[in-house]
């Protein structure tokens, strides 16, 4: 009688891959649940710019003069 078992012994041999998928699962998990706990991207920092900010920059330029800036500051404000 044949004790290796009904896979005719091919089984036992690919074994390694079943435990390396387990541990690369096991470390993907991990990952995932630490990015999702720690909040991964910041949702407190815009990803746009804001209008004030645009404003600034278009008179740090010189693209505005300081009466427009001022204007459009005060608008942006209200």
Not at 37 to 51: F, I, N, V, Y
Request: a positive charge.
């Amino acid at each position: 009688m044949n004790t290796i078992g009904h896979f005719g012994g091919w089984m036992p041999g690919f074994g390694w891959i079943f435990m390396l998928l387990f541990w690369t699962l096991l470390i993907l998990g991990v990952a995932a649940l630490v990015k999702w706990l720690g909040g991964g991207a910041r949702r407190d920092t815009p990803t746009e710019k804001s209008a004030l900010r645009i404003l600034e920059e278009r008179y740090a330029r010189g693209e505005i003069e300081r009466e427009e800036f001022e204007q459009k500051k005060r608008d942006l404000g209200r």
